[in-house]
């Protein structure tokens, strides 16, 4: 039984090692991947953030529009921010 599990440990070590050896070689690295990926959404919220201020919604002037979201100058600024998103959005694609 004991030489039955060691094989078996021993089969997935060599399954295991192997399938790193094939990721790494095609130029998958999860640990870079997932660092390119934090960096990715890292940009996107602040190039989000810059779209927000741009279109007029600093802190102060959210906090008096925001208590009429369906107001006029609400609408055109969220109208304008949608728009800044959606253009850096199709940039970044």
Known sequence: MSKTINALALTFGL???GSLVTANAQGA?????QNNQATSVGATVK????????????EQT???LSQD???KAY???YAEYQRLRQ???QAQN
């Open 75 to 77: 609408q055109q600024r």
């Open 15 to 17: 399954l295991a090692s």
């Open 47 to 58: 190039q989000d953030l810059a779209d927000w201020r741009q279109a007029g919604f600093d």
């Open 29 to 33: 690295n999860p640990a870079s991947a």
């Open 62 to 64: 959210y906090r008096a």
């Open 69 to 71: 979201v369906y107001g």
């Open 87 to 89: 253009l850096h959005s």
